[in-house]
């Protein structure tokens, strides 16, 4: 049973346009979620997270929004450079050492 | 030099085979993890150590051995393996506690043959 979901396996998008990652999540006892990106031959780099007290967090060109009765959360890029591009994962955890990762979306960013 | 280094890089290996994956994290944090990545599923976690301790083993088989003789270290001894094992293993360290990301290594490209 997955517990966190990425459904859409790739994206693609204009340089200069807005990224919109989404996942959704199935455990509602989940108080945490993240956002990792990975580029090929590296491992996943922390972007940016948000606690379930809240429903956006922003950093710069990113920001996380999050729908707790939908249980769902975006991941919003905007604008979108070329060196966005990368596999993006989103994770959650309640209160845990623990970490539970979607399958990915991977992002392409055109010129 | 890198947060979280592991070593090698990448692993060729045979059914019959011993080895040992290595972990070093420079961060000062208390929480190590062995995550494993095959293609088109998501990072499945494997163990989890805090302060020393392991406090997830996540079902996986004994043909995969973790130890943690300290904060810093982590490896991950490989015996027996099946083909089905290859994958990308990735090391990870966390300050622990929870509510706080985790930092990875680069991986080691794991090839059974």
């Known amino acids: 049973d997955q517990q966190v979901k990425q459904n859409s396996p790739s994206l693609s998008v204009q340089e200069g346009r807005i990224s919109i990652l989404n996942c959704d999540y199935t455990?509602?006892?989940?108080?945490?979620f993240l956002w990792y990106k990975k580029y090929p031959a590296e491992g996943p780099t922390f972007l940016i997270s948000?606690?379930?007290?809240?429903d956006k967090n922003e950093d710069g060109r990113f920001t996380v929004f999050l729908n707790k009765s939908a249980k769902h959360l975006s991941l919003h890029i905007v604008p979108s450079q070329p060196g966005d591009s990368a596999v993006y994962f989103c994770?959650?955890?309640?209160?845990?050492?623990?970490?539970?990762f979607g399958t990915g979306t991977r992002l392409q960013v055109f010129p | 030099e890198t947060g979280v280094t592991q070593t090698p890089r990448h692993l060729v290996m045979g059914m019959t085979n011993k080895k040992s994956l290595k972990c070093e994290q420079h961060?000062?944090?208390?929480?190590m993890y062995w995550y494993k990545q095959s293609a088109k599923k998501p990072l499945e976690l494997m163990f989890v150590?805090?302060?020393?301790?392991?406090?997830e083993n996540n079902s996986v088989p004994s043909r995969f051995s973790p130890e943690c003789p300290n904060s810093s270290h982590l490896f991950l001894h490989l015996h027996t393996l099946q083909p089905e094992d290859s994958a990308l293993y990735l090391c990870?360290?966390?300050?622990?506690?929870?509510?706080?990301?985790?930092?990875f290594g680069q991986g080691t490209r794991l090839t059974v043959v």
């Open positions: 994770a959650a955890t309640r209160n845990t050492d623990k970490l539970i």
């Open positions: 455990n509602s006892m989940f108080d945490y």
């Open positions: 948000i606690s379930s007290i809240k």
């Open positions: 150590y805090s302060l020393e301790e392991r406090v």
């Open positions: 961060l000062g944090h208390n929480a």
């Open positions: 990870a360290s966390s300050q622990g506690g929870g509510r706080t990301e985790a930092f």
